[in-house]
């Protein structure tokens, strides 16, 4: 399988454990997205990536929210002292540098459960 | 900040009838994707608007990105089963901008 691919595909954790989420994006692109989206809703934007800069966040992204891509490859998401508004599915996108249309591929994402 | 509106919600059809989704922005956008996310999956990229009028189809879906390139539609034609599921626009305010700003998403069931 050659698309995105995030792990884990879900994740139970109590009130105040710090998670981290991994993403692998498709190997030829070098942007990568992260999103969250909560029941009926639509995907929010979290940050990106193009290789491995950050170079935009959301300012929904609290100071309890990072995320890296050391090497340009895979990211990861970390959430630290969880909250039960944190409960979502965290999605991740990546697309190719140049080109049009830019269409980002969705991997499967993580289900996050905070009790 | 940007603000997409998407309309209706919900909508439920007949198969064989026709279903249109609205999109409406709160600011100009360089440009306007839309998505297709089945009951359980992800979001899957369709298609992208970037001028102004632009009318684009495939097959039996229709795709409109309005004059002032403030509001977008897609209009399928005769559904299927298959087309159950929920339909995202999503939006970018300035050309080359990596931030998509998605909207509610209009989620369409279909009676066999």
């Known amino acids: 399988d050659t698309g995105v691919s995030q792990d884990p595909r879900h994740k139970i954790t109590k009130r105040g454990q710090n998670v981290t989420f991994r993403c692998d994006p498709i190997?030829?692109?070098?942007?990568l997205y992260w999103y969250r989206q909560t029941l009926g809703q639509g995907p929010e934007f979290l940050t990106y990536?193009?290789?491995?800069?950050?170079?935009?966040k959301s300012r929904l992204l609290s100071d309890r929210f990072s995320a890296e891509r050391p090497k340009g490859s895979f990211s990861t998401l970390e959430i630290q002292r969880t909250e039960q508004g944190d409960s979502a599915m965290y999605l991740c996108?990546?697309?190719?540098?140049?080109?049009?249309?830019?269409?980002?591929?969705f991997g499967p994402g993580t289900r996050l459960t905070v009790t | 900040g940007q603000q997409v509106m998407q309309i209706p919600q919900y909508q439920h059809v007949q198969e064989g009838e026709d279903f249109t989704t609205y999109c409406n922005s709160s600011t100009t956008l360089s440009n306007i994707q839309w998505y297709k996310q089945r009951p359980g999956g992800h979001p899957v990229f369709l298609i992208q608007?970037?001028?102004?009028?632009e009318v684009k189809k495939q097959k039996r879906l229709t795709f409109q990105f309005g004059e002032a390139k403030k509001n977008s539609s897609l209009h399928i034609t005769a559904t299927q089963t298959t087309d159950v599921g929920t339909y995202f626009c999503a939006g970018t305010r300035t050309q080359g901008a990596q931030k998509l700003v998605f909207g509610q998403g209009t989620r369409l069931t279909i009676n066999p």
């Open positions: 996108a990546s697309s190719f540098l140049q080109g049009a249309p830019y269409e980002q591929y």
């Open positions: 990536f193009q290789n491995e800069a950050q170079l935009e």
């Open positions: 190997s030829e692109h070098n942007r």
């Open positions: 608007l970037v001028k102004s009028g």
